[in-house]
């Protein structure tokens, strides 16, 4: 069974503090690990598609990371606009191709930045 | 393009009571989940289709949740009869039919059992 690890659960910056969040995963095959952003009272809103070891992809402020075990969002100096709850989650290889969709998510990084 | 439209967007009932959600997905958007968001954990997936058909149900109750998706298009997902531990955000989402695509995730219906 796919197992998605986030941490810390919350994060509190100074506006313009650089920080990075991380996500630790296991899963049998990876297909793609997804990483969002999740207002209060709103659904998550997508931002990166990462796939393979190495893989870098960048946002604004913000890039994502990955290696075998792990991934990484990097927030560089964060405005308060930057604060929401940010996702991990993978896509595991599944025998019923369809199934592959399914996505496991983490518990979530709460991300504060103060002026 | 218009995104996931879900319905209602809040719902408080008391326990042992009956409700449903319903959602309308991307259009063109063959697969669908729901999901549900336990306040301050991440979305758990508890059901999967493609078209009408269903992929994964492994983490439906279903002495008490169902779900359909007719003609493989809008979908609804019932409790009956709800419990206190029901208390969440029911999210849909809906992704194009290929692997490693995106998922598109509609406001969320917050359900409050009391």
């Known amino acids: 069974e796919d197992q998605v690890t986030q941490s810390p659960e919350a994060l509190r910056l100074q506006e313009g503090e650089s920080s990075s969040l991380n996500c630790s995963y296991t899963?049998?095959?990876?297909?793609?690990l997804f990483w969002y952003r999740q207002d209060p009272g709103k659904g998550p809103e997508f931002l990166f598609t990462l796939y393979s070891a190495g893989e870098e992809k960048e946002k604004e402020r913000l890039k994502a990371t990955l290696t075998k075990k792990e991934s990484f969002l990097h927030i560089t100096a964060p405005k308060p606009e930057d604060s929401a709850t940010y996702l991990c989650?993978?896509?595991?290889?599944?025998?019923?191709?369809?199934?592959?969709?399914?996505?496991?998510f983490g518990g979530g990084t709460r991300v504060l930045v103060k002026p | 393009e218009a995104g996931v439209a879900q319905s209602p967007r809040y719902k408080i009932i008391e326990k042992r009571q009956s409700v449903a959600f319903w959602c309308n997905p991307i259009?063109?958007?063959?697969?669908l989940y729901w999901y549900q968001q336990i306040l301050g954990q991440g979305p758990k997936l508890l059901i999967q289709?493609?078209?009408?058909?269903?992929?994964?149900d492994s983490q439906l109750p279903k002495d008490r949740f169902s779900a359909e998706r007719l003609k493989g298009v809008d979908s609804t997902l019932k409790i009956q009869p709800a419990k206190l531990e029901d208390s969440a955000v029911y999210l849909c989402a809906s992704s194009y039919a290929n692997l490693n695509t995106e998922a598109f995730f509609g406001q969320g219906t917050r359900l409050t059992v009391v």
């Open positions: 259009s063109g958007h063959a697969t």
């Open positions: 899963v049998s095959g990876l297909r793609g």
């Open positions: 989650a993978v896509q595991g290889i599944r025998e019923i191709k369809a199934a592959g969709n399914k996505l496991t």
């Open positions: 289709f493609q078209n009408n058909g269903v992929v994964d």
